[in-house]
Each structure stands twice: as C-alpha cells, then as structure tokens.
C-alpha cells in the first residue's frame, strides 16, 4: 500500500473505533489500540517510521502538547474543593501513595532503575475521563460513587500529567549532567522556564481574550497556534521543557476569573479527538510484538500489585475522615483505568529518553500499554457484577431532563416527581430555574450542552430528554446532543408550526422527525396557552371498571394524555405515533381543562 492509502486508513479507522466506542458504549482507547496492534505488529500493514519518516516525532510531540494542554484547561482549583473531602484526597494522597506504590513495583518486579520507576508510577497515576465516563454510564453506580470517581478522572488528568513531566524532566536533565547538585541545576532551570513561560502567555493570550483582541471566531485557532509557537519557543529556550510549559500555560488559563474558554476547550476536544485517535492507532503500531507478549510474569505480577494492592491502598488512605462504607470503597477500588494521557507520554517520553542514552525506556511502552488494556478490559467486563454484587447500582436510567422551566413544564416535571420518577429540569433563563428549586425540584441553570454541564450536571437515574422550551434556535442543539448521548427514541420533543416555512427558516430534518412529543398539534405555544388558562397536570388510575376507552369518552377533547405509567412502574411517553394502549393497573397523567366535575383524577 501506499503511504497515501496507509495515512486514509488511519483516519478511517480512527472514525470507526470511535464510533464502536460509541455504541457500544466503551472507552474508545480500547479500540483503537487494538486496531492499532492489529495492523502493526499483527498483519505487518502499518509501519509508521517508514510511512512518517523524519516527520513522526515530531507529530507525536505536538500531539502530547495538545493533548496535555487541552487536558490542565480542565484543573481549576476552586473546583477541587468543592467536591468533598474524598475527591480532595484521592488527588492528593491517593495520587502520592498510587505514585510511590505503582513505582516500588516496577522496581522491584521489572528491575527498572529508581528513575525509570518513579517515571513509571507517574505515567500510571491518571485515570482520566475518557475511559471513566463510559465505565460509569454503563456501571450506573450511586451518585455519590459516580460524582466521585467522575471528578477524580476528571482533575487528575493533569495533575498526573504534571507529575509525568516534572519526573521526566529530572530524568533527562541528570542524564545530561554530571552530578546531582549539576542535574538539580539543570532540571530548576527546566521548572522555572517551564513555570515563567506558561503563566506569561497565558495571561496574555487571556488579556488580548478579554480585550477582544481577536474576533470570537478566531479565538480557538488563535489559541492552537500559540500552544504550538509557545512549546516550540519553550523548547528552543531550554531543551525539553516545551510540555511543562503548555501543561502550566493550561492551568493558568483554566484559573483566571471571568475567561470564557468553553468554545476553546469545545475546539481542542475536537482536535484531541482526532490526534487521540490517530496517534493511538500509531503508537499501538510501533509496539514490537516481540516485547510486548515476552514480558512474562513479572508483568502480570506488576499488573496484579498495581490493580489489588496499590489502589485498594490509595482509596483506604484517601477514605480517612470521610463517611464512605466497606463497599463503597471496595467499589472506588476496582474502578481505576488508565487512559490518553499515560498512553501518549509514555510513547514520547521512552522516544527521548532512548535518544538520550537510557535503553531500558524502550519497555516503558508496552508495559504502560499492558496496563491500560487490564484495567479498561477488566474492569469494563467485571466492574457492572462487582456493583450488583455490592447492591450499588443505581436503576436503570428511566428518569427524565427537561428542557425548560416554564410554567408548563416545571407542571410536568412536578407529577413525574410525584410518581417516583426521577426528573431534572434544564434552563436558560434564571427566574424560571429559581421558581423550578423553590418547587423543589432538580435543576440546572445554563446550556445542558456545554461543557460546564458536562461536568456538573448530575444525570444518575436521568436516560430521556424531553424538550418543552420556547427556545427554537437552541432546541435542536439540545436534542441532537442528547441524541448522541442517550441514543434512538429517548429524546421527543414538541411540533412546530413552521413545516410550511421557507428552507432557511426550518429546523434540521433530524431534529424535526423527533417532534411528536405528546401527539400531533401539541405544540409549545398550545402547551403554554392550555396552562396559562389554568389546565392542570393531572394523575389517573385506570381499572377494570374505568378503562382508558372510558376516560376518552369522559374528557373528549379536553384531556392532552401526556404519560403513561405501567403496572411495572415504567413510564411511557404518548407520542404521535406510540405503539401502546394503557389498561387497567397504569396511571394516566395528562393535561386537563378543569370543569368541575373532575372527580376521578389527582392533580
């Protein structure tokens, strides 16, 4: 094949491990270092030092630059302690003892040196929310489980990556100096251009931000070129210290008050995705076979320590003084994967730690790659039963988010409420979100698409999205972003009147063939004017006696049959084209025009 017709395949099977990733709702670095395996040492297609020649090492630099700073944009420190005293602590001690335990190991099993070892429990410090978040979705553990092993992926991603570098940076400078006190010289020198370099363009690129040096549409371009033009400054300055410079230049940005970076980080995941997907595919390419399955049972005994001994020790350690029970923490100890950061730099740091003379680098690879795929395979397969066994499951994900809390839908929010059934409310408009709480139910004040939500918005028990906003411009992105995430059928939302409007006026096909919600001609405007003339939301039991032919023929027209709950206590929505029946046992509730003589139903 040609290198043109190699790089094709590499983008094509970066798409198609991300989209199985995404139906079947997996860490997406899962298959992508298989594929990875597959087509390099496996079948011999992809050789990526004869494909990218001179230009590969490079690439693999400016990637893990990306990827580092794009993950420190999510550190803010603010944010570490408002997530309980667990979370603080798994970032801190669990972080230390994960470190030093995960490094003893490799010492004394592999036979690393004592720096290659420290580099080693470093790499394998991040869990990261790329390979957590879909463990979580799928495991559905309790809320207070699922916020804490979401947070920690989330802040330890560049907390490890900092401690990857720092390590790293020591390594390379007392490999290029003779002596301690010359190599504690050389790695200051790193640290305080590291450290200088990335606050100063930070506050700069955020001062020309806020002054609106750039126009909006720039900005996220603007800041890629200048991560790239800083790292490539930082490294010509001083040999190597280019990542710890974007990785601070991260976190200073993540930690300035009144930045806006939610179009940036939306940008640089996607850039991310792309060169995660890529690079991943590359770096499982260039593993010798050989290596890899001649590592023997010191590694397998390495994998052992590192998943039954040093996490269970960090979580226990990191539990002191918290209220978390014997099967939580057994819980938090089994769901640990390793991911993107530790993966990426450890490729780039044994290339240059080979480069300059330390030979044993060169395991720091497979063995990092050993174990991302233990721990996401393990623990994908076996941490679901580990949570039923611990009764710490949640229920399946029934519940609902609505968008919107106006009058109208903060009723139907109320009488899901009351009927057991999990419901949060989502909005733009403060005053509506205010009345929402003082009703006591759920909500969130903001864009549930936006990358605040994504980290704040607790949707345990929430698996359907129904849209009941006056929003028209935002409706369709909501819907087609919890498409994405919820998947087919589970996001409805209300007709519009605008079929017969020009092309440019109507909204996307995809969105508009999802608006059944609540059955034809129930649109936002009819929804609100029937409550604004006092319509309730109103609760019916059906029996034997009262069927639901009966309740049709009582109300006529003046019933909108909003759901349906089941003898099984599912709740079904009515659509314009639902495929059942309520009968006796169910709960109806609808929308009723108040006459009087209501005498069977519940508001």
């Known amino acids: 094949m040609s290198n043109l017709s190699i790089m094709a395949l590499i983008g094509v099977m970066s798409i198609l491990c991300q989209w199985a990733a995404w139906r079947l709702r997996i860490p997406a670095i899962l298959p992508l270092i298989l594929v990875g395996l597959l087509l390099g040492p496996g079948m011999g297609v992809l050789q990526p030092d004869a494909v990218f020649g001179d230009i590969l090492f490079p690439f693999i630099s400016l990637s893990v630059a990306i990827i580092l700073f794009e993950g420190s944009l999510t550190l803010r420190f603010d944010e570490i302690r408002e997530h309980g005293r667990m979370v603080t602590h798994l970032l801190s001690i669990g972080v230390l003892v994960t470190w030093i335990g995960s490094a003893a190991a490799a010492l004394y099993f592999i036979g690393f040196s004592i720096q290659l070892a420290a580099l080693f429990g470093a790499l394998i410090v991040v869990?990261?929310?790329?390979?957590?978040?879909?463990?979580?979705?799928?495991?559905?553990?309790?809320?207070?489980?699922?916020?804490?092993?979401?947070?920690?992926?989330?802040?330890?991603?560049?907390?490890?990556?900092?401690?990857?570098?720092?390590?790293?940076?020591?390594?390379?400078?007392?490999?290029?100096?003779?002596?301690?006190?010359?190599?504690?010289?050389?790695?200051?020198?790193?640290?305080?251009?590291?450290?200088?370099?990335?606050?100063?363009?930070?506050?700069?690129?955020?001062?020309?931000?806020?002054?609106?040096?750039?126009?909006?549409?720039?900005?996220?371009?603007a800041t890629l070129t200048i991560v790239i033009g800083v790292f490539a400054l930082s490294n010509a300055i001083q040999h190597e210290s280019g990542l710890l410079t974007v990785t601070v230049m991260g976190i200073v940005m993540a930690n300035i008050k009144g930045l806006e970076l939610d179009e940036i980080l939306e940008f640089k995941e996607t850039l991310s995705v792309l060169l995660i997907s890529a690079l991943f595919i590359i770096l499982a390419a260039r593993i010798d076979a050989a290596a890899f399955f001649a590592m023997g049972w010191p590694t397998v005994f390495l994998l052992a320590?590192?998943?039954?001994?040093?996490?269970?020790?960090?979580?226990?350690?990191?539990?002191?003084?918290?209220?978390?029970?014997?099967?939580?923490?057994?819980?938090?100890?089994?769901?640990?994967?390793?991911?993107?950061?530790?993966?990426?730099?450890?490729?780039?740091?044994?290339?240059?730690?080979?480069?300059?003379?330390?030979?044993?680098?060169?395991?720091?690879?497979?063995?990092?790659?050993?174990?991302?795929?233990?721990?996401?395979?393990?623990?994908?397969?076996?941490?679901?039963?580990?949570?039923?066994?611990?009764?710490?499951?949640?229920?399946?994900?029934?519940?609902?988010?609505?968008?919107?809390?106006?009058?109208?839908?903060?009723?139907?929010?109320?009488?899901?409420?009351?009927?057991?059934?999990?419901?949060?409310?989502?909005?733009?408009?403060?005053?509506?979100?205010?009345?929402?709480?003082?009703?006591?139910?759920?909500?969130?004040?903001?864009?549930?698409?936006?990358?605040?939500?994504?980290?704040?918005?607790?949707?345990?028990?929430?698996?359907?999205?129904?849209?009941?906003?006056?929003?028209?411009?935002?409706?369709?992105?909501?819907?087609?972003?919890?498409?994405?995430?919820?998947?087919?059928?589970?996001?409805?939302?209300?007709?519009?009147?605008?079929?017969?409007?020009?092309?440019?006026?109507?909204?996307?096909?995809?969105?508009?063939?999802?608006?059944?919600?609540?059955?034809?001609?129930?649109?936002?405007?009819?929804?609100?004017?029937?409550?604004?003339?006092?319509?309730?939301?109103?609760?019916?039991?059906?029996?034997?006696?009262?069927?639901?032919?009966?309740?049709?023929?009582?109300?006529?027209?003046?019933?909108?049959?909003?759901?349906?709950v089941d003898d099984q206590d599912l709740c079904r929505v009515f659509t314009g084209d639902q495929e059942f029946e309520p009968t006796a046992g169910w709960q109806l509730i609808s929308l009723v025009v108040n006459t009087g003589d209501d005498v069977s139903e519940n508001s």
């Open 127 to 221: 869990t990261g929310p790329t390979v957590v978040k879909p463990m979580l979705r799928s495991v559905r553990p309790t809320t207070k489980l699922s916020n804490i092993l979401r947070w920690e992926g989330i802040l330890i991603d560049p907390i490890g990556a900092v401690l990857a570098v720092l390590v790293f940076e020591f390594i390379l400078a007392s490999s290029q100096a003779e002596g301690w006190l010359t190599s504690l010289q050389a790695f200051g020198l790193t640290v305080l251009i590291g450290f200088i370099l990335g606050y100063v363009a930070a506050r700069l690129l955020a001062y020309a931000f806020k002054k609106g040096l750039f126009p909006r549409y720039l900005q996220s371009v």
């Open 305 to 564: 320590t590192v998943i039954f001994v040093v996490r269970p020790v960090s979580v226990w350690l990191s539990a002191i003084g918290t209220d978390l029970t014997f099967k939580e923490k057994l819980l938090v100890s089994w769901i640990a994967p390793r991911g993107i950061v530790a993966a990426a730099i450890s490729a780039l740091f044994a290339l240059k730690l080979q480069q300059a003379g330390w030979e044993d680098a060169g395991i720091l690879v497979p063995l990092v790659f050993a174990v991302i795929l233990s721990t996401v395979v393990v623990q994908s397969l076996t941490a679901k039963p580990v949570a039923q066994a611990l009764t710490l499951r949640e229920p399946p994900a029934a519940g609902f988010l609505i968008f919107g809390a106006n009058p109208a839908a903060r009723k139907i929010a109320k009488a899901l409420q009351d009927q057991g059934i999990d419901v949060l409310i989502a909005d733009t408009n403060w005053e509506h979100i205010a009345q929402a709480r003082m009703e006591n139910l759920p909500a969130y004040f903001g864009n549930p698409t936006s990358k605040h939500a994504e980290e704040n918005m607790d949707l345990t028990g929430i698996g359907r999205a129904l849209i009941i906003s006056p929003y028209r411009q935002l409706n369709p992105v909501v819907a087609l972003h919890f498409l994405d995430l919820f998947g087919r059928n589970k996001v409805f939302g209300l007709e519009t009147t605008e079929h017969d409007a020009p092309k440019r006026h109507q909204l996307p096909e995809n969105y508009r063939n999802r608006l059944k919600l609540f059955g034809k001609g129930i649109s936002f405007s009819k929804l609100a004017s029937l409550v604004f003339q006092g319509a309730q939301v109103k609760t019916t039991a059906l029996t034997e006696s009262f069927t639901y032919q009966d309740y049709q023929e009582r109300h006529e027209d003046r019933a909108t049959p909003l759901f349906a």
